[in-house]
């Protein structure tokens, strides 16, 4: 594994929200991304270069002009999470930057107590890979990270995935664009369910929606979303190191095995690394897994 950070580029600009916009809005958009969020990841997401104070200032004014509240975590020194009411959520549902975002807002502290830990997770993972992307000078920001996508897959079903990653690698003048569904696991479900959601996103790869009349869906559904298939990155946390290094192997059994997640894995980059190996060494490390079998890499270059 590799333990240093590397250097970070000489162009690297950190990529950060632009001040001109005004920080209330920001943070309504951000709360309308990710559901819930507590001060200390809404200032590491929006204003890394200021104090805390300065986005606790603004959530407070947004409670005061009551667009945001917060449910109180009891177990994490009283930590306040924060969400949009339902004022807030109808205010930012058509805003540009958030269309095609899930209508599904967290507005009320029950709802908030019951989504809390999975939800804060989820944006854990995706603030390891903003704080990778400002050091090496990549575009990955706030509302580069869409929670709970929903995929049809047949038969009914849905796939839905914890986040849709979006991710600019720059190098100079070359820029590559990269996209991955994201599944982060807290180690709350066993080994084998984790695993058989590969399955799911082998479905998802070779679903081909039925003929609308005289409309025919040109192969598969996937195309109306994204130009390639997301990469597939599962995230694992909430256990030992050698209980997360099993989960790993049983994924790697599901590729190796069922004939579906077999080929996708031909197909599609899948790869698994430990949540807290990537806010320690950076999400471009080689602390991933590839799921096909071979060394650890970069996510990039799984």
């Known amino acids: 594994m590799t333990a240093a950070q590397p250097p970070q580029p000489a162009n690297a600009a950190g990529f950060t929200p632009s001040p001109t916009e005004p920080l209330a809005h920001q943070l309504l958009a951000a709360l309308a991304q990710h559901r819930m969020a507590t001060t200390h990841q809404l200032h590491v997401l929006l204003r890394p270069d200021r104090t805390r104070q300065t986005v606790s200032q603004q959530l407070n004014t947004l409670r005061r002009d009551r667009l945001v509240d917060f449910a109180v975590l009891p177990q994490a020194h009283r930590t306040r999470v924060w969400y949009l009411t339902a004022k807030a959520a109808r205010l930012t549902r058509d805003w540009p930057a958030l269309r095609g975002r899930p209508p599904y807002p967290v507005t009320s502290r029950s709802a908030a107590s019951l989504k809390t830990p999975h939800t804060l997770t989820v944006l854990r993972a995706h603030l390891a890979f903003v704080a990778d992307a400002r050091r090496r000078g990549d575009e990955h920001g706030h509302l580069d990270w869409t929670p709970e996508m929903f995929h049809a897959i047949g038969d009914g079903e849905r796939l839905v995935a914890d986040a849709v990653m979006h991710y600019t690698l720059t190098n100079g003048e070359h820029r590559r664009k990269l996209r991955a569904f994201i599944e982060v696991d807290r180690t709350t479900m066993s080994s084998e369910r984790l695993a058989a959601k590969l399955i799911e996103y082998a479905r998802l790869w070779s679903y081909e929606p039925p003929a609308m009349g005289r409309r025919r869906q040109a192969g598969p559904g996937w195309l109306r979303w994204y130009p390639v298939f997301p990469r597939v990155l599962f995230v694992l946390t ?53 799921l096909p079998g071979g060394e650890r890499r970069p996510w990039s270059e799984l």
């Open 238 to 290: 909430g256990a030992t190191q050698p209980t997360l290094r099993n989960r790993i192997s049983d994924l790697q059994a599901m590729v190796a095995h069922h004939p579906l997640v077999t080929d996708l894995g031909r197909n599609v980059r899948l790869g698994a690394a430990v949540l807290e190996d990537i806010e320690e060494h950076g999400a471009t490390a080689d602390v991933w897994v590839p």
